[in-house]
């Protein structure tokens, strides 16, 4: 009907259509079902309309009326890898949960920082959408068509749980206990629910995979150099800067809670400097914005480094006693000069100086047991260090190594040279020369490709913005903050190693307000020992864990097509499980094996679990994993709240309760307070917390043994007789962990960061870390002070947690000395120059990872389905327009969404912020449809000081950034939303 052919009353003012024009002002027309919406116009006299007294359906109003009237108000938070770790109230009224409002309580620090509150994200604002949400996973399922078909059975908790127990039960003892594989994400943000599934693990004798390194969120400069996994400053300490580096973070958009100390600390006196290739959300704020060339940042930092030294403004005294420049390294063979070279009456004395434990003992500082040091009692002649004391002009031991006597840092009446060469008799009678780590970067740094002309023109920046960034280190204290925009690429640990260099060589590390500070992921736990014993509590000896890229790499038909000097990769890899220095499971014949089968081995995974985390979403080489590691599995279970794509493609679905409905503890590396999840209602439908689940998939295997009559398996390798008859006494430690409650108060009451805290007592507000177990930690809690790494290090000397016991920028393992890597040096990315456009899938702004990809309300602030970001330059180019759909290709695959072409991109480069579930509106494919995995060697070696494989703390990385594609005009079919039902 046209306009012209609307009946109107002769008495009328107003249409039909006019009046529901006005309804639609109102937003009332939508309700009215269309049957009633014509009945109600027929009787309604339109002449003397007033539709909010006339419209007769009135009831619905209360609800938005009385939206913000509650019954009940209660504390808790989020788990999805954020690091936010808020504190939010979530209100409740009529037994439904309504919103969650930020609980703004954070106790302030001091009065001379500005405090946490309020914290939290648009993201986190808008949970309880999933907790009623058509993705929320309500029952158990089993599935009834192909793995991603989307075709499920609703099944009772005990068919599921039985379905599953069998499973298990088989392959332990018919397949082996290292054929169950258990994958679970970060224990910081709910330890419990992550403990629940490990525990099981380990009574079983599964394997638990990493995920720390496999996100590629481990910086593995810090092991190299630190001897640690990861240490940053709580965020309040950005406050304390005067030089704020975003290095590759993106701190408006993936830090949200934290980005303001940043921004405050201007007012505090600090310059704020962002380095990356696109101008993003944060750049915008900088006070110096350098857009640096993909992959080019070692080479950024290391021409800092060279100016810097250059021109004499770096700490020499920090760095003679702080890190490894001044030791000595042999001219013959590239390796440290060790006590075993040397003749044994010639090895010389440790200073005489007090162990850093005597300081600490001293220094009237609260840590909550007695400090105990990595330091070995006899002295390893491979593992002291020597350097040239310019005082007493004599060769020295290094003191505070791993093998040193002197458990400390303090150099005594010493004064270690930095520059210089040396003879030495070595024990076989052969003279040498020897020089110092200093003198050999020095050497390394004189390449012209570190100069600043150079760099500039390589980083693409201009050569006086590239001198202003490097004097800015001069300022004191000097930070980098350090995101996954740089830590994803293949070279991570080079680059890493080159921006710490830059802050130690300018004394920044250990410093309030300065220091290397990483913030990807929430990696470290703070109440770490209590956390141990809940989910390893025969200890990691009796546990297999497995660093998940080489267990995804070799499980699969990954391929790295790049190979290393030569050789594939697989070589490397192989060479590393024969050596022991990394675990591959299940177990094979590694001597009888050669590179080649390892993609197709005697012993495969058949069980994986996955809870708390979206693995085959996340997973680089994602399509080489369906068509093969994903075919091999017989048991796919996926433990969820909500229906995503690991859950779509399981063989079992088990509805977790979400994070509203749990009891759990939250703590992240962005603060330094513990505080609760709590159950706002119990779980709904007929979800179950993960303590719940995995304790009754306990009593299930028990069931299913003793029903079978099974005698006790006997797990030779780990020197365990498991009897599963008894499996969840064991689970429950007799019933002593029977719920959650009692297991947060187990880590609670066993850990040193949390002495006098309970469950209950942190329902109140969050409260702040009362100490530090320092077998764990390298800093104080101290009051008023914000958390800030390694003052251990430098205001009590204590060694670092490396071979040399220095931060160690030298490592003379053979294969660093093999592929060049002995010290931080540039590489450019691993290029396929057939493709050539970057893949950059960083962290975004309107999600966490996948969660929150499918919400509603954050679809709305973007254009609601996938979206790859291009600049103009290189849309006109290939003919695209903005809004077009587009094929992005490669060897691996190929994904097919809309283009956004923006000038704020990086001119050959494509992004697609990470996490889009593959059915979220992607033609063909998905974002990681084009990623594959890549290994380096560099990250797979083991025995060495301080390098050996530790889950989430040394195994190679899931890298990402190296990935290259072409990307053309789609003219094939649109599927809508509609008709994909
Ligand atoms: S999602 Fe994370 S960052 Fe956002 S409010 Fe929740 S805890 Fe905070």
Request: aromatic share 12%; proline share 7%.
């Amino acid at each position: 009907m046209t306009d012209k052919q609307v009946p109107r009353d002769p008495s009328s003012k107003m249409t039909r259509r006019e009046l529901l024009k006005a309804l639609g002002g109102l937003g009332l027309a939508a309700l009215l079902p269309g049957a009633a919406r014509g009945a109600a116009l027929q009787e309604f006299d339109i002449t003397n309309v007033d539709p909010l007294r006339a419209y007769p359906y009135r009831g619905w109003e209360s609800l938005y009326r009385d939206q913000f009237g509650w019954d009940r108000v209660v504390r808790s938070t989020h788990s999805a890898n954020c690091t936010g770790s808020c504190s939010w109230k979530v209100f409740v009224k009529d037994g439904v949960m309504l919103r969650e409002e930020q609980a703004a309580d954070f106790p302030r620090l001091s009065a001379e920082l500005p405090d946490y509150n309020p914290r939290g994200c648009q993201k986190g604002a808008c949970y309880v959408e999933y907790v009623y949400g058509a993705q929320r996973v309500k029952y158990p399922l089993i599935r009834a068509g192909e793995r991603g078909e989307g075709k499920w059975r609703r099944v009772s908790w005990d068919e599921a749980l039985t379905y599953i127990a069998e499973k298990v039960v088989d392959n332990i003892y018919q397949h082996g206990p290292d054929t169950n594989t258990f994958f679970t994400v970060i224990p910081a943000m709910s330890p419990v629910s992550f403990s629940a599934g490990v525990r099981l693990a380990h009574y079983i004798g599964g394997v638990v995979c990493s995920f720390y390194d496999w996100y590629c969120d481990l910086p593995p400069g810090e092991p190299i150099t630190w001897g640690v996994q990861t240490e940053s400053c709580e965020c309040a300490d950005w406050f304390n800067a005067k030089y704020i580096v975003l290095w590759g973070s993106n701190i408006n958009e993936t830090r949200i809670p934290d980005a303001h100390f940043a921004w405050e600390a201007r007012y505090n006196g600090a310059k704020v400097v962002c380095v990356s290739p696109d101008y993003n959300g944060s750049a915008i704020h900088c006070d110096q914005y350098l857009r640096v060339n993909p992959g080019t940042d070692a080479l950024l930092a290391l021409a800092v480094c060279r100016w810097l030294i250059e021109n004499d403004r770096f700490d020499k005294a920090y760095v003679k006693e702080q890190t490894d420049l001044p030791l000595f390294v042999r001219a013959d063979t590239g390796a440290f000069l060790r006590a075993a070279d040397l003749p044994e009456n010639q090895r010389g004395e440790a200073p005489k100086v007090a162990g850093w434990d005597e300081k600490l003992a001293h220094s009237g500082v609260t840590s909550a047991t007695t400090p105990v040091g990595a330091t070995p009692q006899a002295t390893d002649p491979n593992a002291l260090f020597y350097v040239f004391d310019q005082k007493t002009k004599s060769i020295r031991q290094a003191p505070g190594s791993m093998g040193s006597p002197a458990h400390s840092l303090d150099l005594g009446d010493a004064d270690p040279a930095l520059e210089g060469t040396w003879p030495v008799w070595l024990a076989d009678g052969k003279q040498i020369e020897v020089t110092t780590v200093f003198s050999r970067l020095k050497a390394s740094l004189a390449a012209p490709a570190y100069s600043l002309a150079d760099a500039s023109r390589t980083c693409g920046i201009p050569e006086n913005d590239l001198l202003e960034f490097a004097k800015g280190f001069t300022r004191k204290p000097a930070m980098i903050i350090h995101g996954a925009g740089t830590n994803h690429w293949f070279h991570n640990d080079l680059m890493n190693r080159a921006m710490i260099l830059v802050v130690a060589l300018t004394g920044n590390v250990g410093k309030n307000g300065g220091g290397f500070n990483h913030y990807v992921g929430q990696e470290r736990i703070w109440p770490e020992h209590g956390f141990k014993m809940l989910a390893f509590p025969q200890g990691a000896p009796k546990q297999r864990f497995q660093n998940t890229t080489l267990w995804t790499y070799c499980h699969s038909q990954n391929r790295d097509p790049h190979p290393v000097a030569g050789k594939p990769i697989e070589h490397y890899i192989l060479e590393s499980v024969r050596n022991g220095w990394m675990p591959l499971w299940p177990k094979n014949d590694w001597a009888a094996l050669t590179p080649e089968q390892l993609h197709d081995l005697p012993r495969k995974p058949r069980a994986l679990f996955v809870w708390r985390a979206n693995y085959l979403n996340q997973a680089k080489g994602h399509e080489a994993i369906l068509k093969s590691l994903w075919k091999d599995l017989d048991l796919i279970v996926d433990v969820n709240f909500r229906m995503d794509t690991t859950a779509l493609y399981s063989d079992v679905v088990l509805p977790a309760s979400t994070f509203y409905e749990k009891t759990d503890i939250n703590s992240t590396d962005c603060h330094s307070f513990m505080h609760p999840f709590s159950k706002v209602l119990d779980p709904l439908f007929e979800s179950k917390t993960d303590w719940d689940i995995f304790g009754a998939l306990a009593k299930k295997i028990e069931e299913v043994v003793k029903r079978r009559a099974l005698a006790p398996f006997n797990d030779e390798p780990l020197g365990w007789v498991r009897d599963l008859a008894n499996l969840y006494d064991s689970w429950s430690a007799e019933g002593a962990l029977a719920t959650d409650e009692q297991a947060a108060n187990f880590i609670l009451s066993n850990s040193a960061e949390t002495k006098g805290m309970t469950y209950h007592n942190i329902q109140v507000a969050p409260r702040r870390f009362v100490g530090i177990d320092p077998d764990t930690w390298n800093s104080e809690i101290e009051p008023g002070r914000a958390y800030t790494p390694f003052t251990h290090q430098v205001e009590m000397k204590r060694p670092w947690r490396t071979l040399t016991g220095r931060q160690q920028f030298y490592v003379d393992h053979p294969w660093y000395l093999e592929l060049g890597e002995q010290l931080p040096v540039h590489k450019p990315p691993v290029e396929d120059t057939q493709f050539p456009l970057y893949w950059n899938t960083p962290h975004g702004r309107w999600s966490i990872h996948s969660t929150w990809r499918d919400n509603r309300y954050l679809l709305r602030l973007q254009r609601g389905l996938p979206i790859v970001y291009m600049h103009p330059d290189d849309a006109r180019a290939r003919g695209i327009a903005d809004n077009d759909w587009v094929r992005i290709h490669n060897d691996q695959g190929e994904a097919v969404a809309p283009v956004n072409v923006r000038p704020n991109e990086k001119r050959g480069r494509l992004t697609m912020y990470h996490g889009w579930e593959r059915f979220l509106g992607f033609q063909k494919g998905g974002w990681q449809s084009l990623t594959y995995i890549k290994i380096k060697p560099t990250q797979l070696i083991g025995k060495y000081g301080h390098l050996n494989f530790k889950l989430n703390y040394w195994g190679p990385t899931g890298n990402n950034r190296d990935i290259r594609v072409e990307i053309e005009k789609y003219t094939g079919p649109i599927e809508t939303f509609a008709a994909q039902g």
